[in-house]
């Protein structure tokens, strides 16, 4: 089934070119295993919500329990595969400075779907807030995923955090609890209207979380009354 991604166009920026526009995909939200499984549901599935839900977990269970002994996993998704991090001194385990992460790339299937799929282009976005992406600082890598312990780069526009708003700040909010994370100010290495630089805090929860940054900046001297909220497209993997 082909797809088609519906996108905005916004200003770009990150460089001194008036007609440089980037693209934002137009968000639609978070969903969670259970979203999916009532989108299943609402398709017509005949299986029971719980039955489903029982298999999806078990199957996520043993996908993460064979990547960890060792094994190479094709979902045909997504492969995982786990590597070790860091430098080994006295060729001994040190969790200060070696790190287990598995990796997560596309899968033949997603491949064939990316590849299929068309983008809409709406225009140019009328609200200049956006984000566009985020880096992980370890590796370089722009998937969304976010290493614990290290900086993460956010770029985007409007985006720094500025007000007297008790709401303002960075979050991350938990897919899997609905809990939000909140950076505190220490945790924001650099706070400039195009790029935000965030230590991961190391005892932050492994899991899949949803960007947003809330501010009342603008380019003028007095801030915006009320917050702007704007949310990440992709979501946030920490590992």
Same mark, same amino acid.
């Given at each position: 089934m082909a797809h088609k991604l519906k996108a905005w166009l916004v200003k770009n920026n990150l460089t001194p070119d008036p007609t440089d526009f980037a693209g934002m995909v137009e968000s639609f939200g978070s969903v969670a295993a259970e979203g999916l499984i009532d989108e299943l549901v609402n398709d017509g599935m005949e299986l029971k919500r719980e039955t489903v839900l029982d298999v999806v977990t078990r199957y996520n269970r043993k996908c993460i329990d064979m990547a960890l002994r060792g094994y190479n996993v094709n979902t045909g998704l997504v492969h995982l595969h786990a590597t070790i991090k860091g430098v080994f001194h006295n060729k001994t385990w040190n969790p200060e400075t070696n790190l287990l992460h598995v990796s997560v790339s596309q899968g033949a299937?997603?491949?064939?779907?990316?590849?299929?799929?068309?983008?809409?282009?709406?225009?140019?976005?009328?609200?200049?807030?956006?984000?566009?992406?985020?880096?992980?600082?370890?590796?370089?890598?722009?998937?969304?995923?976010?290493?614990?312990?290290?900086?993460?780069?956010?770029?985007?526009?409007?985006?720094?955090?500025?007000?007297?708003?008790?709401?303002?700040?960075?979050?991350?909010?938990?897919?899997?609890?609905?809990?939000?994370?909140?950076?505190?100010? %220490?945790?924001?290495?650099?706070?400039?209207? %195009?790029?935000? @630089?965030?230590?991961?805090?190391?005892?932050?929860?492994?899991?899949?979380?949803? @960007?947003?940054?809330?501010?009342?900046?603008?380019? %003028? %001297?007095?801030? @915006?009354?009320?917050?702007?909220?704007?949310?990440?497209?992709?979501?946030?993997?920490?590992?």
């Open positions: 299937e997603l491949r064939k779907a990316v590849a299929a799929t068309t983008v809409e282009i709406m225009g140019e976005h009328a609200d200049p807030i956006a984000l566009f992406g985020i880096t992980d600082m370890s590796n370089g890598k722009i998937d969304g995923t976010v290493t614990r312990g290290f900086n993460a780069e956010v770029k985007g526009t409007y985006i720094k955090i500025a007000g007297e708003d008790a709401a303002c700040g960075v979050y991350l909010r938990n897919l899997e609890t609905d809990n939000d994370f909140k950076f505190p100010a %220490s945790n924001i290495a650099l706070n400039e209207p %195009s790029r935000l @630089l965030l230590l991961v805090p190391p005892t932050l929860t492994e899991g899949t979380y949803e @960007l947003r940054v809330v501010t009342q900046y603008t380019v %003028s %001297s007095k801030p @915006l009354k009320q917050p702007r909220t704007v949310t990440l497209a992709v979501n946030v993997q920490v590992v």
